[in-house]
């Protein structure tokens, strides 16, 4: 029984549901406004079945995408999302029937961004039954619901029942809007032919045609035709709003397309395929305006939608193309609009094919009635003799060119034969050609003929002639042509040319030779080979040389005249006092040109008679003369001379002979200048790497060279000295200018003080036109060195002096017999006698250390020592002779002290000279210690004292060769100043070294460490 219930209120249901929607398919049937039959579909569905949401897609036909055409009760979000995630995958799914969701979460048909997409709306359940017309699927009808449900078979049902209802109205009105859409494209096409078959100027048709598109089949139309020469330009474009026409003028001014472009006109006529976007896309547009960004904001506000473009082809060529844009009415163009708009294009193209043979036909018409009033102009005002002969060999027609050759009127040839007018011998001579070309129908071209007319029988002519059959309409041979071109200007000018271009070939050769050595007189001699005997008969050259002139070439053609060339080249050189010739040239520095040479100015012109004799057999008849000038100054002169009087120098050959003047005047002034700058760069190289510095002064006294010896002497860069005053840098720089002042130019020495610092300079100066040049050696070590050996050798003999004396002095005493001497006094005496021999001993032992270390003759031996044993030795030989006031100690570690490697005797000598050195620099007594440490892998002995001290200053000098701290003995301190020389070159030579450490006061230590033994 429940069963049958339900059942039965399923019946119910359904006989419900039909009603309601058959009462409401007549309505829907009866509609033809797709759009406007979308909201009454949904109304219908909500009245139908209850539901949450619907929705109403449809799908596009062209691309199979799919859209929401109508909704109710959804959010936008979701259209928006739901569109894009069924994007690519529509027909994933079947639709045969109704698609059912019960619970969308776990639906597997539905993708995962759809199933977010409802999740994000709410939507937990739906019903999808598909829009099916004929054999394809329109869209579908979507039944949304915000939880999850079973759905009834009659619910199923009537969705089926609705969604073909609604298919089924959609699809007739798709039908009715697609036959009356075909029907207006039909009349449109229809009334574009008529417009453009009502004129043949196509621009103004073509126009109209955009005009009639805008109201009929486009928003916007553009047509662009090929031009002649390939490139696009755009014929006219319309839109219904004209302020949008003026914009879209200037876009294409703007922005010209590019005829490489992927896509629109240029791709279009590029390869005569018709493109069509049916959905204007904005990936398109960014695609499209890649480059031309500020582009892309005013296509989006145009809001363009589709687009069509056709090209125009006619016979074979492409004409142009038109565009079609749909915008504003939302038009979708699809492959029935293409099919249509290629039909208005083939006529359009038809049209504008016969538009243009038209006008072809019309100029070539004009141009033929031109030509031919042309041909009677030409003929009768053409340059070159025309005439037309009868197969008689009779005159026809001349014209005026013809006439003057010929000597005779033109109207008074007609009628007359050759032989009557150009006389026997010469129609002898023309007949024959005449009679070639009409017996074979063969042109006779350019003829070379020279003679002379009857006009002018003086004047020497050449012309071109040649012979043309001339035919009727049926190619019969019925006269000949004759067409006589006087080419004597031309024939003179390329002579002319011809001649140009010799001396031009010759005069670049002369280039390369001359650039190619810098030997000029072997090369202005070598340039002979180019002119003789092709521009001369023969050729000389002149240079000047200390206010003379010394002929260095003379080649003549005929090598029986060398004997004569030869006495004119080392005989007869030009004089300066002469009236002509190199002379004269090279005075004004002006060519000369001496067209013919007469006997008085050949007589003129030499210096006695055998001169005239040479001349005469070398051969003058014309003569050039051009100066070698550079650099302002004319050094010499180039001599063409012809001996044949046939051929006489004109002006273009003396132009000629300038031309070669001057390359060879600035091939001989290169070679100078080289010379001198090779010279100069040897002397500042010289200059440069000279050990004595060098000093070049201007006559202003500012420094102008600055050598590096200079900068090294003086310590003055040569960037701080050049361009300075010298008397700002030498402080005495009078007396030293004073040297370049006498004609002695001997080395001076004398003390200069060169910016602060006091130099010994041994100077030499010399002046010139341009200033002074000073070469200044520095003597200021060697001076010292000389003041060092003038105070050792004051030292040594003062140091000798004293202990001499003392020894002389005991000496006498002890030698005296008058004076009765005590044992304690004979005592005494003999030791000042053994002590101050001692000090002798010393002081030569010092020199001839320095000597055997100057001159390598010292030799060391190394071996472990002892340092502490060596220190005590000398310590315990010191208080033998040291003054009481002198407290001497020594001092070592309480560890052992390794050896040391050394030679005992010299480690001995540089304490003693320390120790010594230390006793005799404290005369006012005091401590004087020897201390003995071990510092890393050396000994180190350090000798200190309480006496003067040395001054940081002197640290470095007091081990330099006869240098002492008190030279004037103004202490009373005496010495040669060889003991710490010594001290350092022998330790040195064992590997050690030395330094002093003093404040100036209070004593000094000096320090001297060898390295241990291994």
């Given at each position: 029984?429940?069963?049958?219930?339900?059942?039965?209120?399923?019946?119910?249901?359904?006989?419900?549901?039909?009603?309601?929607?058959?009462?409401?398919?007549?309505?829907?049937?009866?509609?033809?406004?797709?759009?406007?039959?979308?909201?009454?579909?949904?109304?219908l569905?909500s009245?139908?079945?209850?539901?949450?949401?619907?929705?109403?897609?449809?799908?596009?036909?062209?691309?199979?995408?799919w859209?929401?055409a109508?909704?109710?009760?959804?959010?936008?979000?979701?259209?928006?999302?739901?569109?894009?995630?069924?994007?690519?995958?529509?027909?994933?799914?079947l639709?045969?029937?109704?698609?059912?969701?019960?619970?969308?979460?776990?639906?597997?048909?539905?993708?995962?961004?759809?199933?977010?997409?409802?999740?994000?709306?709410?939507?937990?359940?739906?019903?999808?039954?598909?829009?099916?017309?004929?054999?394809?699927?329109?869209?579908?009808?979507?039944?949304?619901?915000?939880?999850?449900?079973?759905?009834?078979?009659?619910?199923?049902n009537?969705?089926?029942?609705?969604?073909?209802?609604?298919?089924?109205?959609?699809?007739?009105?798709?039908?009715?809007?697609?036959?009356?859409?075909?029907?207006?494209?039909?009349?449109?096409?229809?009334?574009?032919?008529?417009?453009?078959a009502?004129?043949?100027?196509?621009?103004?048709?073509?126009?109209?045609?955009?005009?009639?598109?805008?109201?009929?089949?486009a928003?916007?139309?553009?047509?662009?035709?090929?031009?002649?020469?390939?490139?696009?330009?755009?014929?006219?474009?319309?839109?219904?709003?004209?302020?949008?026409?003026?914009?879209?003028?200037?876009?294409?001014?703007?922005?010209?397309?590019?005829?490489?472009?992927?896509?629109?006109?240029?791709?279009?006529?590029?390869?005569?395929q018709?493109?069509?976007?049916?959905?204007?896309?904005?990936?398109?547009?960014?695609?499209?305006?890649?480059?031309?960004?500020?582009l892309?904001?005013?296509?989006?506000?145009?809001?363009?939608?589709?687009?069509?473009?056709?090209?125009?082809?006619?016979?074979?060529?492409?004409?142009?193309?038109?565009?079609?844009?749909?915008a504003?009415?939302?038009?979708?163009?699809?492959?029935?609009?293409?099919?249509?708009?290629?039909?208005?294009?083939?006529?359009?193209?038809?049209?504008?094919?016969n538009?243009?043979?038209?006008?072809?036909?019309?100029?070539?018409?004009?141009?033929?009635?031109?030509?031919?009033?042309?041909?009677?102009?030409?003929?009768?005002?053409?340059p070159?003799g025309?005439?037309?002969?009868?197969?008689?060999?009779?005159y026809?027609?001349?014209?005026?060119?013809?006439?003057?050759?010929n000597?005779?009127?033109?109207?008074?040839?007609?009628?007359?034969?050759?032989?009557?007018?150009?006389?026997?011998?010469?129609?002898?001579?023309?007949?024959?050609?005449?009679?070639?070309?009409?017996?074979t129908?063969?042109?006779?071209?350019?003829?070379?003929?020279?003679?002379?007319?009857?006009?002018?029988?003086?004047?020497?002519?050449?012309?071109l002639?040649?012979y043309?059959?001339?035919?009727e309409?049926?190619?019969?041979?019925?006269?000949?042509?004759?067409?006589?071109?006087?080419?004597?200007?031309?024939?003179?000018?390329?002579a002319?040319?011809?001649?140009?271009?010799?001396?031009?070939?010759?005069?670049?050769?002369?280039s390369?030779?001359?650039?190619?050595s810098?030997?000029?007189?072997?090369?202005?001699t070598?340039?002979?080979?180019?002119?003789?005997p092709r521009f001369?008969?023969?050729?000389?050259?002149?240079?000047?040389?200390?206010?003379?002139?010394?002929?260095?070439?003379v080649?003549?053609?005929?090598?029986?005249?060398?004997?004569?060339a030869?006495?004119?080249?080392?005989l007869?050189?030009?004089?300066?006092?002469?009236?002509?010739?190199?002379?004269?040239?090279?005075?004004?520095?002006?060519?000369?040109?001496?067209?013919?040479?007469?006997?008085?100015?050949?007589?003129?012109?030499?210096?006695?008679?055998?001169?005239?004799?040479?001349?005469?057999?070398?051969?003058?008849?014309?003569?050039?003369?051009?100066?070698?000038?550079?650099g302002?100054?004319?050094f010499?002169?180039?001599?063409?001379?012809?001996?044949?009087?046939?051929?006489?120098?004109?002006?273009?050959d003396?132009?000629?002979?300038?031309?070669?003047?001057?390359?060879?005047?600035?091939?001989?002034?290169?070679?100078?200048?080289?010379?001198e700058?090779?010279r100069?760069?040897?002397?500042?190289?010289?200059?440069?790497?000279?050990?004595?510095?060098?000093?070049l002064v201007?006559?202003?006294?500012?420094?102008?060279?600055?050598n590096?010896?200079?900068?090294?002497?003086?310590?003055?860069?040569?960037?701080?000295?050049?361009?300075?005053?010298?008397?700002?840098?030498?402080?005495?720089?009078?007396?030293?200018?004073?040297?370049?002042?006498?004609?002695?130019?001997?080395?001076?020495t004398?003390?200069?003080?060169?910016?602060?610092?006091?130099?010994?300079?041994s100077?030499?100066?010399?002046?010139?036109?341009?200033?002074?040049v000073?070469?200044?050696?520095?003597?200021?070590?060697?001076?010292a060195?000389?003041?060092l050996?003038?105070?050792?050798?004051s030292?040594?003999?003062?140091?000798?002096?004293?202990?001499?004396?003392?020894?002389?002095?005991?000496?006498?005493?002890?030698?005296?017999?008058?004076?009765?001497?005590?044992?304690?006094?004979r005592?005494?005496?003999?030791?000042?006698?053994?002590?101050?021999?001692?000090?002798?001993?010393?002081?030569?032992?010092?020199v001839?250390?320095?000597?055997?270390?100057?001159?390598?003759?010292?030799?060391?031996?190394?071996?472990?020592?002892?340092?502490?044993?060596?220190?005590?030795?000398?310590?315990?030989?010191?208080?033998?002779?040291?003054?009481?006031?002198?407290?001497?100690?020594?001092?070592?570690?309480?560890?052992?002290?390794?050896?040391?490697?050394?030679d005992?005797?010299?480690?001995?000598?540089?304490?003693t000279?320390?120790?010594?050195?230390?006793?005799?620099?404290?005369?006012?007594?005091?401590?004087?210690?020897?201390?003995?440490?071990?510092?890393?892998?050396?000994?180190?002995?350090?000798?200190?004292?309480?006496?003067?001290?040395?001054?940081?200053?002197?640290?470095?000098r007091?081990?330099?060769?006869?240098?002492?701290?008190?030279?004037?003995?103004?202490?009373?301190?005496?010495?040669t100043?060889?003991?710490?020389?010594?001290?350092?070159?022998?330790?040195?030579r064992?590997?050690?070294?030395?330094?002093?450490?003093?404040s100036?006061?209070?004593?000094?230590?000096?320090?001297?460490?060898?390295?241990?033994?291994?």
């Amino acid at each position: 029984m429940a069963t049958r219930d339900v059942e039965r209120r399923a019946l119910e249901d359904d006989r419900f549901f039909s009603d309601e929607i058959v009462e409401a398919s007549s309505t829907l049937l009866g509609s033809l406004d797709v759009e406007a039959m979308l909201p009454e579909i949904l109304e219908l569905a909500s009245r139908t079945l209850a539901a949450d949401a619907y929705a109403l897609w449809r799908k596009d036909a062209t691309d199979g995408s799919w859209r929401v055409a109508a909704y109710s009760g959804l959010a936008e979000s979701y259209v928006e999302s739901a569109t894009a995630a069924i994007r690519g995958q529509g027909d994933a799914v079947l639709l045969e029937e109704p698609l059912v969701a019960e619970d969308i979460a776990n639906a597997d048909w539905i993708g995962p961004a759809h199933r977010r997409a409802h999740e994000e709306a709410g939507t937990r359940a739906m019903l999808v039954s598909g829009l099916r017309y004929a054999d394809r699927v329109v869209g579908t009808l979507v039944f949304y619901y915000r939880r999850t449900r079973t759905f009834s078979e009659s619910e199923k049902n009537a969705a089926s029942l609705l969604a073909n209802i609604a298919a089924a109205a959609i699809g007739t009105a798709e039908l009715y809007e697609a036959q009356r859409r075909s029907a207006e494209d039909h009349a449109f096409v229809a009334e574009a032919s008529d417009l453009l078959a009502s004129s043949l100027e196509y621009e103004r048709t073509l126009s109209n045609v955009a005009a009639l598109a805008v109201s009929h089949f486009a928003d916007w139309c553009a047509i662009d035709m090929v031009e002649p020469d390939g490139s696009l330009s755009r014929l006219a474009i319309a839109h219904v709003d004209p302020g949008k026409v003026q914009l879209a003028h200037e876009l294409a001014e703007k922005y010209p397309p590019d005829p490489e472009a992927p896509y629109g006109v240029p791709n279009v006529i590029r390869t005569r395929q018709a493109e069509l976007f049916s959905e204007i896309s904005e990936e398109l547009l960014v695609e499209a305006t890649a480059e031309t960004p500020e582009l892309l904001d005013l296509l989006r506000q145009l809001g363009l939608r589709s687009s069509m473009c056709v090209p125009l082809v006619a016979r074979g060529r492409v004409l142009g193309a038109i565009t079609f844009i749909a915008a504003e009415s939302g038009r979708r163009y699809d492959e029935r609009d293409l099919v249509t708009a290629e039909d208005l294009a083939r006529r359009a193209a038809t049209a504008v094919d016969n538009a243009l043979l038209f006008r072809e036909t019309q100029t070539a018409r004009r141009e033929a009635l031109d030509s031919l009033a042309v041909v009677d102009a030409v003929f009768a005002a053409a340059p070159v003799g025309l005439a037309f002969m009868d197969t008689n060999f009779r005159y026809v027609r001349v014209n005026a060119a013809l006439a003057r050759i010929n000597g005779l009127p033109a109207e008074q040839h007609a009628g007359r034969s050759l032989r009557d007018v150009l006389g026997e011998e010469l129609a002898r001579t023309i007949e024959p050609y005449h009679r070639h070309v009409l017996e074979t129908g063969e042109a006779i071209l350019d003829l070379a003929v020279e003679g002379r007319t009857a006009a002018a029988p003086d004047d020497r002519r050449d012309w071109l002639v040649s012979y043309y059959p001339v035919r009727e309409a049926s190619d019969q041979v019925i006269g000949v042509g004759v067409v006589i071109t006087d080419v004597t200007e031309r024939e003179r000018a390329r002579a002319a040319a011809e001649a140009a271009g010799a001396r031009l070939s010759v005069l670049a050769e002369a280039s390369q030779q001359l650039a190619g050595s810098l030997d000029y007189e072997s090369t202005l001699t070598s340039l002979s080979k180019l002119l003789v005997p092709r521009f001369a008969d023969w050729y000389a050259v002149d240079v000047a040389d200390r206010g003379r002139f010394r002929r260095i070439a003379v080649v003549h053609k005929d090598p029986s005249k060398e004997e004569w060339a030869q006495k004119s080249m080392e005989l007869f050189a030009p004089e300066p006092h002469e009236l002509e010739g190199t002379a004269r040239v090279a005075r004004t520095g002006e060519a000369v040109l001496y067209r013919t040479i007469s006997d008085e100015l050949l007589s003129a012109s030499t210096l006695n008679e055998e001169h005239h004799e040479v001349l005469r057999q070398l051969g003058m008849e014309s003569a050039m003369c051009v100066p070698l000038t550079a650099g302002g100054r004319t050094f010499g002169a180039l001599m063409l001379v012809s001996a044949d009087p046939t051929r006489l120098f004109d002006e273009e050959d003396l132009d000629f002979a300038k031309h070669l003047g001057r390359r060879a005047a600035v091939a001989v002034d290169n070679a100078r200048l080289y010379r001198e700058s090779e010279r100069r760069a040897r002397a500042a190289l010289v200059v440069r790497h000279v050990a004595d510095g060098v000093l070049l002064v201007n006559t202003e006294g500012v420094i102008r060279l600055w050598n590096p010896a200079a900068e090294q002497i003086t310590g003055v860069a040569a960037s701080e000295a050049l361009g300075r005053p010298a008397a700002e840098l030498f402080v005495d720089w009078e007396s030293i200018a004073s040297l370049a002042e006498g004609d002695e130019h001997r080395p001076l020495t004398q003390r200069v003080n060169v910016n602060g610092r006091e130099l010994w300079l041994s100077i030499t100066a010399v002046g010139f036109d341009d200033g002074s040049v000073y070469a200044f050696r520095d003597l200021t070590e060697e001076r010292a060195v000389e003041t060092l050996k003038s105070d050792f050798v004051s030292t040594i003999s003062h140091e000798l002096r004293t202990p001499l004396a003392a020894i002389y002095g005991a000496a006498l005493t002890l030698q005296r017999e008058d004076v009765i001497i005590g044992e304690p006094q004979r005592t005494g005496l003999l030791e000042v006698i053994a002590s101050e021999s001692d000090r002798l001993a010393r002081i030569v032992n010092d020199v001839l250390w320095v000597s055997r270390l100057e001159s390598n003759g010292l030799r060391t031996t190394i071996e472990p020592c002892d340092a502490v044993e060596l220190a005590r030795g000398v310590v315990d030989a010191a208080r033998q002779y040291i003054p009481p006031t002198i407290r001497l100690e020594l001092t070592t570690p309480g560890a052992h002290v390794p050896p040391v490697a050394a030679d005992a005797d010299k480690i001995r000598q540089v304490l003693t000279n320390l120790v010594e050195n230390a006793v005799k620099y404290s005369p006012d007594g005091g401590r004087v210690g020897v201390d003995i440490a071990v510092a890393g892998p050396r000994v180190r002995f350090s000798v200190s004292d309480e006496g003067l001290g040395v001054p940081p200053a002197e640290h470095r000098r007091i081990f330099e060769k006869f240098y002492r701290l008190d030279p004037d003995l103004t202490r009373g301190v005496g010495g040669t100043g060889l003991g710490l020389y010594i001290s350092r070159e022998l330790l040195e030579r064992m590997g050690g070294r030395i330094w002093v450490e003093s404040s100036g006061a209070d004593g000094s230590t000096f320090v001297a460490e060898l390295p241990l033994a291994h």
